[in-house]
């Protein structure tokens, strides 16, 4: 069964330069460019309006990718040579340095709990990493190019991984079994994100596609190719009293918003 979503707001020129990652809060939506500034649009009114601008938004460091755990205790980064590190914000203390095989970090995420972390590698190598006791959970086989996004579903029963290999992988995360392959995409993949209930799956890809997923039926109920332009980053926005809203963002250096067609 297909999904309809429809176009509610664009803002044009939202960065003068590439968006490369966006984050929802409950009222806003921060987005981060090559300018290495960060901006956030509101999300409670109609237009979407620019209510702050972060200038220096970014430092020189080893860090690649960065995530940050649902009730922010713990902080996790990948780095150039492959290590991971996992923070505890709180003490501002390392607690946790995994070793992998080398290979360039090129995403991570944290369960909701901070109990895991999954990295996704350029040479195609995913991990998963618990860290309450130091130890690798798995080293997930399926796909041999880089991984460019993954996330765990809310309920950390699934790790969804994607990349240059245009297909989604699902894995069990109690039993690391790869327990489906999601394919429709023509080109990499470059971001994805789960709904708040873990029922469908927004990727969007290089040629400016954004398709949702539904994990019940393993397919694609929505399609959105409005840009041929990359999408660096697409996101759930929290559910509020309005219908399920989704945001992309990429080369086109705009933000794009998006609502389910049955809400109000």
Same mark, same amino acid.
């Given at each position: ?8 707001? +664009?803002?044009? *020129? ?12 409950? +009222? ?7 300018? &290495? &500034?960060?901006?956030?649009? &509101? ?8 209510? /702050?601008?972060? /200038? ?28 991971? *590190? ?18 360039? %970090? $090129? ?15 350029? #040479?195609?190598?995913? @991990? ?8 690798? !959970? ?19 029963? !699934?790790?969804?991984? =994607? %990349?240059?290999?245009?297909?989604? =992988? ?7 079994? /790869?327990? =489906? #392959? ?7 993949? $470059?971001?994805?994100?789960? #709904?708040?209930?873990?029922?469908? !799956?927004?990727? %969007? ?8 997923? &539904?994990?019940? +039926?393993? +397919? ?28 992309? =963002? ?7 918003? @998006? ?6």
């Amino acid at each position: 069964m297909s999904k309809q979503y429809l176009t509610l707001h +664009t803002v044009d *020129n939202a960065h003068p330069t590439d968006i490369f990652a966006i984050a929802p809060t409950k +009222t806003g939506l921060l987005s981060a460019s090559g300018s &290495s &500034s960060i901006r956030v649009y &509101s999300t409670t009114e109609p237009e979407f309006p620019l209510t /702050q601008t972060i /200038q220096e938004g970014s430092k020189a460091g080893e860090a690649w990718a960065v995530s940050l755990s649902e009730d922010g205790r713990y902080l996790a980064i990948t780095t150039h040579d492959g290590r991971i *590190n996992v923070w505890e914000t709180p003490a501002k203390e390392k607690i946790r340095e995994f070793e992998t095989k080398g290979s360039f %970090g $090129m995403c991570i995420h944290l369960s909701i709990d901070g109990r895991f972390t999954a990295s996704g590698h350029e #040479n195609g190598s995913i @991990y998963v990493f618990n860290n309450e006791t130091g130890r690798l !959970l798995h080293s997930l086989p399926g796909l041999i190019k880089p991984i460019r996004a993954l996330a765990f579903s809310p309920g950390c029963k !699934l790790l969804a991984a =994607a %990349g240059d290999a245009r297909t989604i =992988a699902l894995y069990d995360v109690t039993s690391g079994e /790869q327990v =489906a #392959n999601l394919s429709g995409h023509a080109a990499w993949i $470059m971001s994805l994100d789960w #709904n708040d209930t873990g029922e469908y !799956l927004l990727t %969007g890809s290089f040629d400016g596609k954004a398709k949702i997923w &539904s994990i019940e +039926t393993k +397919t694609c109920v929505a399609t959105h190719s409005e840009s041929d332009k990359t999408l660096w980053s697409v996101k759930w926005l929290p559910k509020t009293h309005r219908a399920e809203m989704f945001a992309v =963002a990429g080369a086109g250096k705009s933000i794009s918003f @998006y609502r389910e067609a049955s809400g109000s």
